[in-house]
């Protein structure tokens, strides 16, 4: 097609990445950041990724520069419009089939909360179509490799691998084993799959059909979020009954941390910040607490321990246990600021916790980018209590802003963060406070240990020093799935710089702007106020069903 181009740099590999969400179109959680940052990323690496995704209301409207690329009258009994076009630098292939995606809303979940009862259609349809076009479907474009996104592009390399034709080899990037997409038996025939691949054990997994593990299975790589979910999922009491296969497989995976955006995520440009600011610029971020206490009806005292949490309200994310501890909290004198929607009972929790103390508790119950920019710029710390955690980003995203942030040393978290122990302290690296097991009362100590480390204005400087320095950057990260993708096709990796970039990058705003500059404040609207309305903000729940 002659509209669309290239990017200019020399291209090595053509790479097809298929995935079930994508920011800035549709986003639930860190699996969509990842999926929309990535391409730029490798882009660096000499790869140009085009990436897949179903025909969302959100991502269709998105697309400019289309055209209906190819027609399938047939897949899986839906006819399908290819459409080919960019939306915000990205190069996308969207399903449109409008009886399976036309569904404003949570892509995965129903409006009740439960998943959509067609899901195993839904995204075995686009599964189906990545495949086709991993095999040569269209006339002027083919891979050289797919990397497919959990389990909504899990039956991605099972599809290619029980093709006629040539294929290109996938590596499957596990963000979190606990959604698996587990659907009956007798869709077998429905998905269009051999009785051969549920027999060889390919799709089948405890008398049914797993998507994610089809993509464990049958992948060439598999690539997990973090070298430490690496190994935890290896384990039984972290596999999620996928843990034998895995360690079998364990030759072919390997651990690559996940990297955040650095111009989404600039405290100095970011449209949410009410006092922009660079590292070390401790006033501006004084001032930035104070008019959030004020925005979140919370005395405007700078001696309160602020708490905060950006999160998916649910038992992952151990906000159950923050919900019952936080009596116990606000008895002395601690602020606790949550931005989260998810499980039902516990978002009532803290709406009680809200309405009975209104001095110390303030929660927003939905989703909104702006009041998660916000949050991470104003609090002293960030929680995240997780039982488990793949990767997480959220402490990225703290640490960039500069809160400390205060979490269970469980997989990504503990790849992160250097606990302040006391000989950290005295090193002067520490940059979190970590704490395990994940319960209340391990997470109560890590908070009281917190606190007494914020009266030591110093020490908890530093802590917010080393954070904001931390390279939280996709670029080493960039670099390892380069290198890997290039492996996988036997290729040699395109060197590039930034592989070997240590933080603060010289290409780092953040990191080499003048601290004064300081644009006019733009004060808050009160309680329930979002200034900014340009960020996108769409309403979600929970899960990844
Ligand atoms: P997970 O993908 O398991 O939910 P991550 O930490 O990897 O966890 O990513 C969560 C992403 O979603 C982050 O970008 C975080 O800021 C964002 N997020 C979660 N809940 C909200 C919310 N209520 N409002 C705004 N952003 C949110
Ligand atoms: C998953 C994980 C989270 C990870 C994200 C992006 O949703 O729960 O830990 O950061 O994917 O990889």
Known sequence: MSKIQHPAQDITLQLLSVAGEMYPFIKTGGLGDVVGSLPAVLGQHGIDTRTVLPGYPAVLRALSDQQETIRFDNVLGHAVTLREGWAQGR?????????????????????????WADNGMRYAVLCRVAAMIGAGALADWKPDAVLSHDWHAGLVATYLKYMDAPTPPVAHVIHNLAFQGLFPRDMMGAFGLPDQAYDSGDVEFYGQIGFMKAALQVSHRLISVSPTYA??????????????????????LTGILNGIDLREWNPLTDPAVFFPYA????????????????E??????????????????????????LAGLAPRLFEDNIQLAVVGTGDRDIMQSFTQLQGRYPKNCVCHMR????????????????????????????????????????????????????DANSAAVMEGVANGILFSPTTEDTMLLAIRRAQNLFRQKAVWARMQRNGALHDVSWDSKGAQYARLLMEMTGRRPVAR????????????????????????????????????SSILSFPRTGTHA
């Open 296 to 321: 979140f009806g919370l005395p405007q005292d700078p001696d309160a321990l602020l708490l905060g949490m950006v999160s998916r309200l649910t038992t992952q994310k151990g906000a159950d246990l």
């Open 231 to 252: 190994e935890e999922i290896q384990t039984p009491e972290e596999g999620m009954g996928l843990d034998g296969i895995l360690r079998s497989r364990a030759n072919v």
């Open 279 to 294: 590292v070390g610029d401790l006033a501006a971020r004084r001032a930035n607490k104070r008019v959030f206490q004020a």
């Open 367 to 418: 989703y909104s980018e702006t009041l998660g920019h916000r949050l991470h710029s104003a609090v002293d710390a960030s929680l995240i209590p997780s039982r488990f955690e793949p990767c997480g980003l959220t402490q990225f995203h703290a640490m960039r802003y500069g809160s400390v942030p205060i979490a269970a040393r469980v997989g990504g978290l503990s790849d992160t963060l250097v």
């Open 497 to 532: 710089e930034a592989e070997n970039a240590i933080a603060p990058r010289r290409s780092d705003p953040m990191s080499s702007a003048p601290r004064t500059v300081r644009p006019a404040a733009r004060m808050p609207r009160g309680r329930n106020g979002e200034q900014v």
């Open 91 to 115: 190069h996308l292939y969207v399903v449109d089939v409008p009886d399976l995606y036309a569904r404003p809303g949570n892509p995965y979940l129903a409006p009740d909360g439960q998943p």
